[in-house]
């Protein structure tokens, strides 16, 4: 187990609710990413935070809100969510000041969307 | 955008044979790092390798190792001894020196046949 978790593990939803998933990590990181992992995709990139500011939006549907709070908690709110939506999100966070900038990821939240 | 390519879906390997997984990207830049990650089935994504475009050295780490070559934008991993804790999705990375934003291939599923 890495020094980034991610909850709920798992969450089922219906199109109309509101919910959020949770990132933590522990390894003193100033960077934190939101993927979405589907099958036979590629990882797409959906948010970047560097020292608590947004860097990158690549393009995500206004139905899902980041928040980043400090740099060591990522949130990703959800609401009126489409069945395509459904996927693993990974969160990741890496150091900016460090050699090879390696991402560590956490376990992810596998999201069904009714 | 840099784009990575997994030409391999899916892999198998014998129990302590030796395989190889193929990368390539596509980048203009001439300074970046590579990547290769483990996700084993319902686990974490976890670091295996890494390579520093730089360095003409291939890395190695125990049993895994990489086949850089700059010019031919390929950084392939080979896994050698293979063990049954080996059965994984393989992801290979790209990082340029200059951003946090990471890219992604689709994966390659091996399977370790005991």
């Known amino acids: 187990e890495t020094g980034v978790t991610q909850t709920p593990r798992h969450l089922v939803m219906g199109m109309t609710n509101k919910k959020s998933l949770k990132c933590e990590q522990h390894l003193g990181h100033n960077a934190m990413y939101w993927y979405k992992q589907s099958a036979k995709k590629p990882l797409e990139l959906m948010f970047v935070?560097?020292?608590?500011?947004?860097?990158e939006n690549n393009s995500v549907p206004s139905r899902f809100s980041p928040e980043c709070p400090n740099s060591s908690h990522l949130f990703l709110h959800l609401h009126t969510l489409q069945p395509e939506d459904s996927a693993l999100y990974l969160c990741?966070?890496?150091?900016?000041?460090?050699?090879?900038?390696?991402?560590?990821f956490g376990p992810g939240t596998r999201l069904t969307v009714l | 955008a840099q784009t990575v390519t997994q030409s391999q879906p899916e892999m198998s390997v014998q129990e302590a044979e030796t395989v190889t997984l193929s990368c390539t990207y596509d980048t203009s830049e001439s300074d970046y790092y590579l990547f290769w990650y483990k996700q084993p089935p319902s686990r974490q994504m976890i670091l295996v390798i890494r390579?520093?475009?730089?360095?003409?050295q291939n890395a190695t780490e125990n049993r895994f190792s990489v086949n850089f070559q700059k010019a031919a934008k390929s950084f392939s991993l080979k896994i050698s001894d293979s063990q049954l804790g080996d059965a994984a999705m393989y992801f290979c990375?790209?990082?340029?020196?200059?951003?946090?934003?990471?890219?992604f291939g689709t994966g390659t599923s091996l399977t370790v046949i005991p």
């Open positions: 390579q520093e475009a730089y360095k003409q």
């Open positions: 935070y560097n020292f608590k500011e947004q860097t």
């Open positions: 990375a790209y990082r340029s020196a200059r951003g946090n934003q990471f890219y």
């Open positions: 990741a966070s890496t150091s900016s000041g460090s050699r090879y900038n390696e991402q560590f």
